[in-house]
């Protein structure tokens, strides 16, 4: 049987004529993640591939599972032309194609990443902020900021002091304001140039995953500023709230859950603010800190 | 805007949640988040429309332990009025003083903190996530299409640019 499956109208011309029982039977693909139901449609068996090896990094730690066809809220396509493997190679977000003009491999870093959001955002009874996120003691430290801040080497860093390992992406709490692991590979960025980021196990590091939730201790806004010195300004909880939003990804979707949830992180953890330089020092300072501010408080 | 002595605080389109000591306030309209401090907060509630802005400083005073001037409630509605925060916009009246010079008088003699409201506005979720795998900068015809390189930062991009992974026309901006 030969079929061509039912794209955009402006892919058509460039579509393979797909052969085979398999390729059929598997157009369609549907996930859930976090509540969040996906459909994923794809053009060939490459694509399929494709899809099948992104969604694991995508959305790690087993946090999606594949489900029956049923109704979606999202809907990702993916046309991969086997003629042009150094691009040909486009996506579809919920019918509308996110333009590109770049290789094959930065559109499908780029699908992955709109697949991580899209759970981000609409996650259900999950609150997903962008942040690295350190288990010490038992309490959740974690590091909202956005990339370049140098999120992923103080994380890094803070691992290899002996904190275990919950994210360098996504902090997500519950709606209690435990903080839950999104164990994804660390990106590191450095290793190929200063811009291209490499997936490194938090084993390379001689860390350790943490598994389970876990109540928060500090939310600590910092970023690099060469010369900088530790000087760690305690926030108020509104104001520290007010520092996390612009990494709170499902604010806008739905900002009455959100700061509910964030409400109760405000009123267990200690948020701290300061600019930092060298992250190794930088790690040692926020562990005293974390020890002399919060634990002790806290009767830990 | 209205010279009314009673201002109405704006329920509308905010998602409002009570912090122990501040307010926190998100306006769906603009995506703005406010925060609110005790001070702020206790104004902000107290204009319910019965209210006159002398009724206010009395309340003021009664709840804080200290005597305020009515100028003290003005500073507040005049930042509310700046956030949207009221049902209608206000006319603030400093009584020929400039808000800084307000602040100062008031700063100098006031025993109850001056109320402040901090905002900020929330970037989309497609900023949240900061970085674009690949960031095409400026139309060919402006530039020749240069391209920025592989998650490139945002400040290192003219503008406009559009994100490839996003769509975002003004991620670099």
């Known amino acids: 049987m030969t079929e061509t499956f039912p794209f955009h109208s402006e892919q058509k011309a460039g579509l393979l004529q797909v052969r085979g029982e398999r390729e059929n039977a598997v157009r369609d693909i549907y996930i859930e993640s976090y509540g969040v139901r996906i459909r994923f449609s794809v053009n060939n068996r490459s694509a399929l591939e494709a899809v099948e090896g992104i969604l694991p990094v995508a959305l790690p730690g087993d946090c999606f599972r594949f489900i029956e066809k049923t109704e979606v809220g999202h809907h990702f396509e993916l046309i991969l032309d086997p003629a042009d493997e150094d691009k040909g190679c486009n996506f579809y977000r919920n019918g509308r194609q996110v333009p590109n003009d770049h290789s094959r491999l930065d559109v499908l870093r780029g699908f992955e990443s709109q697949i991580r959001l899209t759970v981000a955002e609409h996650a259900v009874e999950r609150v997903f902020v962008h942040a690295g996120a350190v288990v010490w003691k038992g309490r959740a430290i974690i590091i909202p900021g956005n990339s370049f801040t140098g999120k992923t080497t103080l994380t890094a860093a803070l691992v290899r002091k002996g904190a275990e390992y919950l994210s360098d992406e996504y902090a997500v709490f519950d709606e209690a304001g435990d903080v839950h692991p999104f164990l994804k590979t660390l990106s590191v960025r450095g290793v190929v140039d200063e811009f291209t980021q490499t997936e490194i196990p938090v084993e390379d590091f001689g860390g350790r995953r943490a598994h389970g939730k876990f109540p928060i201790g500090m939310v600590l806004i910092t970023e690099f500023q060469a010369a900088a010195e530790w000087r760690p300004l305690r926030l108020t909880p509104g104001l520290g709230v007010l520092e996390m939003l612009p990494n709170v990804v499902p604010v806008r979707y739905d900002p009455e859950f959100t700061l509910k949830v964030l409400n109760r992180v405000a009123k267990r953890a200690i948020i701290t603010k300061t600019f930092r330089d060298d992250a190794a020092k930088c790690a040692e300072s926020v562990l005293d800190y974390f020890e002399s501010e919060c634990l002790k408080n806290q009767g830990f | ?173």
């Open chain 2, 1 to 173: 805007m209205i010279n009314s002595q009673n201002p109405v605080a704006r329920r509308e389109g905010l998602v409002i949640q009570e912090m122990p000591e501040e307010v926190l306030v998100y306006d769906t309209n603009t995506n703005k988040a406010h925060c609110l401090n005790q001070t702020a907060a206790f104004i902000w509630k107290a204009c319910d429309g019965s209210n006159s802005v002398k009724d206010i400083s009395k309340l003021v005073g009664d709840e804080f332990g200290g005597a305020v001037s009515d100028d003290f409630v003005w500073l507040a509605i005049d930042q509310f009025n700046k956030d949207n925060l009221l049902q209608e916009k206000v006319e603030t009246k400093f009584e020929g003083f400039s808000r800084r010079e307000v602040i100062r008088k008031i700063g100098l003699a006031a025993v109850v903190a001056l109320p402040v409201v901090a905002s900020l506005a929330v970037p989309n979720t497609v900023l949240a996530v900061g970085t674009c795998v690949r960031v095409q900068c400026c139309a060919p015809s402006t530039t020749g299409g240069a391209t920025c390189p592989a998650g490139s930062p945002p400040s290192t991009c003219p503008s406009p640019c559009v994100c490839p992974a996003t769509g975002n026309p003004t991620l670099c901006t």
